[in-house]
């Protein structure tokens, strides 16, 4: 006699009942919205506290010139990314952090959940730290933001059903529009800006130091290693299979498209600062940047600027501390879904509920170089993606698992060289930071 079906596996299959059902009817825009999520997800989710803060320093900084297109460039190599994790996700049915230990053994498994671990917590802190950026913008105790933002994620894991989480984190998610009313209320240089996109903009300022640590801050804006372990097992959370592709890859580029045009927003909103010759090398933390754009695009860009801080940090923190769940859960043979009931899937739940807990008493620490911090983490998450990316690379190149998804040469061919450019951007920002001086400030 067959075992009943599991609360998990019967929601799920109500899910993928429904998808049967618009595939079946032809209804293709119904189709396209049920199978969206993890993609949106993953790269709204990436437009976190730190990659909005790196986005506003950079535009500070150095205007729009060189890095417009550059961000645009990095999110085009967030795709190339996510699109392998949806591939990998669907072909394997398994989390990324077990299909890890499967092909490569418990020592290199382990590599990689440090990889992920070491990056998900320092990446939590600073989502705190954006949370209670934005709030001291509005008079609110650094104490009383992080309080409730902790509330606020830990009751997102009480809907004990990975559809509905899904859709309330995607309503939430458009709080990262905030950034483009910001941006327009700057009065941008809409020319200057299309010449900057088309012609790649010359860089107004010296390469040095500064230029390269923005450099890596903005590539770790962009692509860390959080996310490929986050869409993987949304995918199989969420149930995708074969068929399913043509929509995921659909919903990553348009996550991606999205993030792209916020990210700009951020960019655009904040050379206004550039502009009027403010130094933000002083500011202390995002709660900064608000303040500082107040006399340039008035009292409401800057309050949804500030807004846009907290909702990102929000999002990411919920999204990175689901990462964590389910890939220390996979490593520990425990149940792992979203589906689960606290009791059922306890591991899952404590290890989400910990991160955040640990995160949010952490930022409260007296005298902490928030903004530097800030930056800080996105360099630290750069460098940590090439092993993760490598390991990516590797196994959408096994064809016993991956069969007719296995990567195509072009795929290679781009993931290969977004590795060799991420160590190369790494080994010189060493060399940087050996010898401050070799290319000047």
Not at 77 to 96: F, N, P
Not at 240 to 255: E, H, M, S, V
Not at 361 to 379: D, H, K, Q, S, Y
Not at 420 to 430: E, F, Q
Request: hydrophobic residues 55%; neutral net charge; glycine residues 10%.
């Amino acid at each position: 006699m067959s075992e009943p079906l599991s609360r998990e596996d019967r929601l799920r299959a109500l899910d993928r009942r429904k998808i049967f059902q618009a595939r079946a009817k032809g209804h293709k825009l119904r189709l396209l919205w049920l199978l969206l999520g993890p993609g949106l997800l993953v790269m709204l989710g990436e437009n976190d506290g730190p990659s909005m803060v790196s986005y506003a320093t950079t535009g500070a900084t150095y205007g729009i010139g060189f890095f417009a297109p550059f961000i645009l460039a990095t999110f085009v190599m967030a795709y190339v990314v996510q699109e392998m994790a949806l591939r990998l996700g669907i072909a394997t049915s398994r989390g990324h952090a077990k299909v890890i230990f499967q092909r490569f053994g418990p020592f290199w498994g382990y590599f990689a959940m440090g990889d992920l671990v070491l990056g998900n917590v320092l990446t939590l802190v600073t989502e705190f730290i954006a949370i209670q950026a934005g709030g001291l913008y509005f008079g609110i105790k650094a104490s009383v933001s992080v309080v409730i933002a902790i509330v606020i994620m830990l009751a997102s894991l009480g809907f004990r059903r990975y559809a509905l989480w899904e859709r309330a984190l995607m309503l939430f998610a458009l709080g990262n529009l905030l950034f483009i009313p910001a941006a327009l209320l700057a009065h941008p240089d809409g020319a200057a800006l299309a010449k900057a996109l088309v012609t790649w903009g010359p860089l107004q300022g010296g390469y040095g130091h500064v230029f390269f640590t923005l450099v890596l801050a903005n590539i770790g804006a962009t692509v860390t290693p959080w996310m490929i372990f986050f869409q993987q097992s949304a995918v199989v959370d969420k149930g995708l299979t074969r068929a399913d592709l043509g929509q995921g890859r659909i919903d990553t580029a348009l996550g991606a498209g999205l993030a792209a045009i916020v990210a700009l927003a951020a960019l655009v909103a904040c050379a206004s600062l550039f502009t009027a010759h403010v130094d933000v090398s002083q500011f202390a933390s995002g709660a900064n940047f608000a303040q500082a754009l107040q006399p340039l695009i008035g009292s409401t860009g800057a309050s949804l600027f500030a807004l846009g801080l907290i909702e990102a940090g929000l999002l990411a923190a919920m999204t990175i501390s689901a990462s964590s769940s389910y890939a220390l859960a996979e490593v520990a043979l425990a149940r792992h879904s979203l589906n689960l009931d606290f009791t059922q899937g306890s591991l899952f739940f404590a290890v989400a509920i910990l991160s955040i807990l640990i995160a949010g008493g952490i930022v409260l620490i007296p005298g902490a170089p928030l903004l530097a911090l800030t930056l800080t983490v996105n360099v630290i998450a750069t460098l940590l993606m090439a092993p993760a990316l490598l390991f990516l690379l590797l196994l959408v190149n096994d064809r016993e698992i991956m069969q007719d998804l296995a990567n195509g040469w072009w795929t290679n061919v781009a993931g290969g060289s977004i590795v060799i450019a991420i160590t190369l951007m790494g080994a010189l920002y060493g060399v940087l930071t050996v010898f401050p001086g070799l290319f000047g400030k």
